[in-house]
């Protein structure tokens, strides 16, 4: 039997906490520590590829719309696209594992996972599993809530309350926005960011603007609440 998860809850602020968020409400992003030493053990590489390697899994483009879907083996994807964020390409040129593999498509690896132990009433979890390379990540972008869980490396997060758009590119990296934008953004303008260690899990909430950076080749598992 799966152990049973535990949390711990942990403030989310900007550039060196300077402005922390107190305030622990579905309104707001929120920081937990989550147990889950089986599901992490069945995400290792060697394991993954041993029970996947030979299934088609589906890529998406790693920009704000993701127009883009391409069908590879999951052993080609991890051994050939599975690389460091090539800082000149552009989102419609970078292929991302995330999103598009459903709880059935895995359902031998998702039975080991134990979701995070919070809820909001009313709305109804789905699951997307994603694994994704150094400097790579999503542009800014929002949709409804739900929690992103760090398995294996770490995740950077940016995010901006919904009356708040951020300055971005759609079409542009989150690496190229950290390297050409963020460094001109002003204490005013710069967005809330957290980074998420394995083993941890973030709350982001409905419509909240966000980035995110894999800071190590990384395995993460979302639950969207809708």
């Known amino acids: 039997m799966a152990p049973k998860a535990?949390?711990?809850?942990?403030?989310?602020?900007?550039?060196?906490?300077?402005?922390?968020?107190?305030?622990?409400?579905?309104?707001?992003?929120?920081?937990?520590?989550?147990?889950?030493?089986?599901?992490?053990?069945?995400?290792s590489r060697e394991r993954l590829l041993a029970?996947?390697?030979?299934?088609?899994?589906?890529?998406?483009?790693?920009?704000?719309?993701?127009?883009?879907?391409?069908?590879?083996?999951?052993?080609?994807?991890?051994?050939?696209?599975?690389?460091?964020?090539?800082?000149?390409s552009l989102g419609n040129d970078t292929l991302y594992f995330f999103g598009d593999n459903n709880?059935?498509?895995?359902?031998s690896l998702f039975r080991h996972y134990i979701p995070p132990p919070f809820s909001l009433l009313g709305t109804t979890p789905a699951y997307s599993f994603g694994i994704a390379g150094t400097g790579s990540g999503v542009p800014f972008h929002w949709h409804g809530p739900g929690f992103s869980e760090v398995i294996y490396g770490r995740k950077r997060w940016f995010l901006y309350p919904p009356e708040k758009t951020p300055e971005f590119h759609p079409n542009k990296t989150t690496l190229a926005w950290l390297q050409d934008t963020y460094p001109t953004l002003t204490p005013s303008t710069r967005p809330?960011?957290?980074?998420?260690?394995?083993?941890?899990?973030?709350?982001?909430?409905?419509?909240?603007?966000?980035?995110?950076?894999?800071?190590?080749?990384?395995?993460?598992?979302?639950?969207?609440?809708?």
């Open 6 to 43: 535990t949390a711990r809850i942990r403030d989310i602020g900007s550039r060196g906490g300077r402005r922390a968020l107190h305030n622990r409400s579905p309104g707001r992003p929120q920081l937990h520590r989550v147990h889950s030493a089986r599901f992490r053990a069945l995400c």
């Open 51 to 88: 029970s996947f390697g030979n299934n088609v899994v589906r890529l998406s483009t790693a920009n704000t719309y993701s127009y883009q879907k391409v069908d590879i083996l999951f052993q080609d994807y991890v051994e050939q696209l599975l690389h460091p964020q090539d800082p000149n």
């Open 192 to 226: 809330l960011e957290c980074t998420v260690q394995a083993g941890e899990v973030l709350y982001f909430p409905d419509r909240w603007w966000h980035a995110t950076f894999n800071l190590d080749t990384s395995v993460f598992i979302s639950t969207f609440l809708s």
């Open 103 to 107: 709880f059935t498509e895995w359902a």
